[in-house]
């Protein structure tokens, strides 16, 4: 049978679902000292004094460390931004000034967690506060300025520029004008924190356990970090609890863990992070704000150009920053067919936590904000929701943006019709007006979204064109072992995803075994030998580079094997079939009952391999394939290129109401509809829709970082960060079409990315419903008290302006 497009239960669940997992926190051994971080309650300030001494007397503290120690043990790490920003020094811990609260400035080793946090308590810590820049806008006058050697809190700064703007503006029928739209900052809040456990062994080699999803990248950072050679660093993962990008950059963490398993001994050392920890400095989402934007139109509404000023707010430091600065424009158009563009992108450092990629990492800003302007538009010029994008959504594909990515497939008006069915759209729209007559606030709004998968990191050269950096890869290897087993390792290191269930579903329908003939090692191992510099779990890439290296490694095993198979049979190679007979897999002669099971297989090469004969030499079965998609080096200088290889599509529609007297938006409503192109397993791509849905239901609604004016972060715990629960996520009515990729082998595509989707669709149901009243939805955060507080203060006079004729 053929086992891709089934919904087989996830192999991780057998022992996920027992309690049998192994998360980095769970690991235990004799002898392991625990790290406690002290971090700075202070967003800016010079540190004149740091006294370990109380620590250090406490029983059961081995060591402590300081910033000064580990700027002399460690060298910054690697910038990927161009100057004046790439001489940002940027070291595991604070040395002479904090830039953001949370930042670490000492840390403590001890034989339990609890002893560590006492001592750590006992450091003194002599601060010099210093004015703080909580603003992108006032971060770009330098009256403040955070890092000495930069002299600027510039990071990037470009002009994407397409088509005749010009033009279009003088021959537009309407010309509407946005003065200020804002993205907030929040996160994707993984059910496990961070956590690494590290041992410097006497052989001058360093051992991690750790759940960082992108092993590849962080390997290439920490050990020229550290002063080691890459090899020297052995890294492992096994269950992780969640990333979302978000432990993409926690080996700033692995370096202070390793660090201080250097200075004791070499004794493990085990540091696992607290929520408040996790929410105070352990990255955000990108904050980015829309300036003075206008978009022309012609006579039918159609989107003829746009002209806009984006900032955007990487915090304290830049880290995987400035590429988020490019990142936005592998989805320039959104869904839309509109051909002239003028984005003038800067981002700036400002003295709250650093960014780290967040679900949807800097194309959900920028795909927001072009939602927000189709949907205001759509109200300022009387046009439906639903018609509105219909005249504008792009219908033929593939498709060429006009900064040169490819749209691989899609059909947004079969989602969108959909969508439509599932929600019951005619009902709504008779329950929204009998609503309206009531004079209550009730808003329908639709939300579109793409999943950007597979990153041409050649678009990093746009950014800095002196990085080493473009095209993509992944590697598996697979083996067939001396049980006659097929064994797969990965280089993607999963967090959740169901890498082990859809990769074997995969090798599965090639080897025409079942699916529990193969064995995914769980995790993530360099001893494997199965990475590259691109390996891990990020930018939605897993169906499309994980698997296909996963389906190349296959080929080249069942090449071996048919060799192997042919010459014991005396056989052509073309006459033999892969299939199952009553001792287990096997190959058949076709035809007829002559066959060799694959144990025997094994077993020809790994203990009986006299009788082969030296054209069989170089069978090993025990190949490794590295995949590699077709990407090109885009043009620097008119950042142009195809940026990523697959785009997958979310469409929702919400039904909201406001309640007049607390400002209280309450879902009555929902519907979401995806295509990933080839469905690999439907109930795996399902969870994938729903947990997305639910962490961007969640980032409307409820959850923002919050600063004050001098850096205080009000919302570091779950009491007033408000994270989203069972408790509060609707009912969503889930469907799917597909729409296969004509560049993936399979026609699948990556996803788990929709996460903006509910983010675009509130706000476009909520200006839905307040329009009326004069408001103009200028931010993706919606709690009550930031919607109470819109309807006492209409904005539309202030916010939009229309000119036509």
């Given amino acids: 049978m053929t086992w891709v497009g089934k919904s087989l239960r996830r192999k991780e669940d057998d022992r996920l679902i027992r309690g049998r997992g192994l998360f980095t926190d769970d690991e235990l051994a004799p002898g392991m000292l625990h790290l406690y971080i002290l971090r700075s309650p202070y967003a800016h300030a010079r540190i004149l004094d740091v006294d370990v001494s109380a620590a250090e007397a406490l029983p059961g503290v081995a060591c402590t460390l300081t910033g000064r120690e580990v700027a002399e043990l460690c060298d910054p790490y690697m910038q990927l931004a161009p100057g004046p920003a790439a001489n940002i020094r940027d070291l595991p811990m604070a040395v002479d000034k904090v830039v953001y609260q949370g930042e670490p400035v000492a840390a403590v080793a001890a034989t339990s967690a609890a002893i560590a946090m006492d001592a750590g308590l006992l450091i003194e810590v002599d601060y010099e506060m210093l004015d703080s820049v909580m603003d992108v806008e006032q971060s770009l006058q330098d009256d403040t300025v955070l890092h000495d050697a930069a002299g600027t809190n510039r990071v990037w700064h470009g002009v994407f520029d397409y088509g005749d703007v010009d033009k279009a503006f003088a021959e537009a029928a309407h010309v509407v004008r946005i003065d200020r739209l804002h993205f907030h900052r929040y996160s994707s809040t993984p059910l496990e924190n961070n956590a690494c456990v590290a041992e410097w062994t006497r052989q001058g080699t360093v051992e991690f356990l750790c759940n960082n999803s992108f092993p590849g990248f962080a390997q290439q950072l920490l050990a020229p970090g550290l002063r080691l050679r890459t090899d020297q660093l052995h890294i492992r993962t096994y269950d992780v609890g969640g990333s979302f990008g978000n432990k993409i950059w926690n080996y700033v963490y692995m370096a202070l863990a390793a660090l201080a398993s250097r200075k004791a001994g070499g004794q493990r050392v085990k540091w696992s992070e607290i929520r408040t920890e996790h929410l105070l400095a352990s990255g955000h989402?990108?904050?980015?704000?829309?300036?003075?934007?206008?978009?022309?139109?012609?006579?039918?509404?159609?989107?003829?150009?746009?002209?806009?000023?984006?900032?955007?707010?990487?915090?304290?430091?830049?880290?995987?920053?400035?590429?988020?600065?490019?990142?936005?424009?592998?989805?320039?158009?959104?869904?839309?067919?509109?051909?002239?563009?003028?984005?003038?992108?800067?981002?700036?450092?400002?003295?709250?936590?650093?960014?780290?990629?967040?679900?949807?990492?800097?194309?959900?800003?920028?795909?927001?904000?072009?939602?927000?302007?189709?949907?205001?538009?759509?109200?300022?010029?009387?046009?439906?929701?639903?018609?509105?994008?219909?005249?504008?959504?792009?219908?033929?594909?593939?498709?060429?943006?006009?900064?040169?990515?490819?749209?691989?497939?899609?059909?947004?008006?079969?989602?969108?019709?959909?969508?439509?069915?599932?929600?019951?759209?005619?009902?709504?729209?008779?329950?929204?007006?009998?609503?309206?007559?009531?004079?209550?606030?009730?808003?329908?709004?639709?939300?579109?979204?793409?999943?950007?998968?597979?990153?041409?990191?050649?678009?990093?050269?746009?950014?800095?064109?002196?990085?080493?950096?473009?095209?993509?890869?992944?590697?598996?290897?697979?083996?067939?072992?001396?049980?006659?087993?097929?064994?797969?390792?990965?280089?993607?290191?999963?967090?959740?995803?169901?890498?082990?269930?859809?990769?074997?579903?995969?090798?599965?329908?090639?080897?025409?075994?079942?699916?529990?003939?193969?064995?995914?090692?769980?995790?993530?191992?360099?001893?494997?030998?199965?990475?590259?510099?691109?390996?891990?779990?990020?930018?939605?890439?897993?169906?499309?580079?994980?698997?296909?290296?996963?389906?190349?490694?296959?080929?080249?095993?069942?090449?071996?094997?048919?060799?192997?198979?042919?010459?014991?049979?005396?056989?052509?190679?073309?006459?033999?079939?892969?299939?199952?007979?009553?001792?287990?897999?096997?190959?058949?002669?076709?035809?007829?009952?002559?066959?060799?099971?694959?144990?025997?297989?094994?077993?020809?090469?790994?203990?009986?391999?006299?009788?082969?004969?030296?054209?069989?030499?170089?069978?090993?079965?025990?190949?490794?394939?590295?995949?590699?998609?077709?990407?090109?080096?885009?043009?620097?200088?008119?950042?142009?290129?195809?940026?990523?290889?697959?785009?997958?599509?979310?469409?929702?529609?919400?039904?909201?109401?406001?309640?007049?007297?607390?400002?209280?938006?309450?879902?009555?409503?929902?519907?979401?509809?995806?295509?990933?192109?080839?469905?690999?397993?439907?109930?795996?791509?399902?969870?994938?829709?729903?947990?997305?849905?639910?962490?961007?239901?969640?980032?409307?609604?409820?959850?923002?970082?919050?600063y004050d004016e001098i850096g205080n972060l009000l919302t570091s715990t779950f009491s007033d960060y408000c994270p989203i629960t069972s408790m509060n996520i609707p009912d969503v009515q889930y469907g799917n079409i597909e729409t296969p990729s004509p560049f993936s082998y399979n026609g699948a595509k990556g996803m788990g990315e929709g996460g903006g989707g509910p983010l675009h669709t509130i706000a476009a149901a909520l200006q839905d419903a307040l329009f009326a009243e004069g408001i103009i939805i200028d931010d993706s955060h919606h709690s009550p008290s930031r919607v109470f507080d819109r309807l006492q203060e209409p904005n539309r006079d202030r916010r939009v302006s229309v000119r036509s004729g």
């Fill in 285 to 706: 989402g990108n904050e980015r704000t829309f300036l003075d934007t206008e978009v022309a139109l012609d006579a039918n509404g159609v989107l003829t150009a746009i002209r806009s000023r984006h900032l955007d707010d990487c915090g304290a430091y830049t880290r995987y920053e400035p590429l988020g600065c490019v990142i936005w424009s592998q989805v320039t158009p959104a869904t839309y067919g509109i051909r002239n563009l003028r984005i003038d992108f800067t981002q700036a450092v400002t003295n709250k936590c650093p960014v780290v990629p967040n679900r949807g990492y800097s194309r959900m800003q920028h795909l927001w904000f072009m939602e927000r302007v189709l949907d205001i538009c759509a109200h300022e010029l009387g046009i439906p929701a639903d018609e509105m994008r219909l005249r504008n959504y792009i219908r033929e594909f593939p498709y060429e943006t006009p900064n040169g990515c490819i749209y691989d497939s899609g059909n947004y008006p079969a989602m969108l019709d959909k969508a439509k069915a599932l929600i019951g759209w005619d009902d709504w729209q008779k329950k929204q007006a009998e609503a309206r007559a009531d004079g209550r606030l009730l808003g329908i709004g639709i939300g579109t979204t793409l999943d950007s998968g597979t990153n041409n990191f050649g678009q990093a050269q746009i950014m800095n064109p002196d990085l080493p950096f473009s095209g993509n890869s992944e590697v598996a290897t697979m083996k067939l072992d001396l049980e006659g087993q097929i064994v797969v390792c990965l280089g993607t290191g999963p967090s959740g995803q169901g890498h082990e269930t859809a990769a074997s579903q995969v090798v599965a329908d090639e080897l025409n075994i079942s699916p529990d003939s193969v064995y995914v090692r769980p995790g993530f191992d360099t001893a494997w030998n199965t990475f590259v510099g691109h390996s891990g779990t990020y930018a939605s890439q897993f169906a499309v580079t994980g698997l296909s290296a996963v389906h190349g490694a296959c080929q080249k095993l069942k090449a071996e094997m048919r060799r192997l198979a042919a010459f014991m049979l005396e056989a052509a190679e073309e006459d033999l079939d892969f299939c199952t007979g009553e001792e287990g897999p096997e190959l058949r002669i076709k035809g007829t009952d002559r066959a060799i099971n694959y144990w025997f297989l094994s077993n020809l090469v790994n203990n009986n391999n006299a009788m082969l004969p030296e054209s069989l030499a170089d069978v090993t079965l025990n190949v490794r394939h590295v995949y590699r998609p077709p990407f090109k080096v885009p043009d620097t200088e008119r950042k142009f290129g195809n940026l990523t290889l697959t785009y997958a599509a979310q469409l929702h529609i919400a039904v909201i109401e406001v309640d007049r007297e607390t400002g209280r938006p309450k879902i009555l409503a929902y519907s979401a509809v995806d295509d990933c192109g080839k469905v690999i397993n439907p109930k795996i791509a399902a969870g994938q829709v729903h947990g997305a849905t639910n962490h961007g239901i969640g980032a409307a609604l409820m959850e923002s970082f919050n």
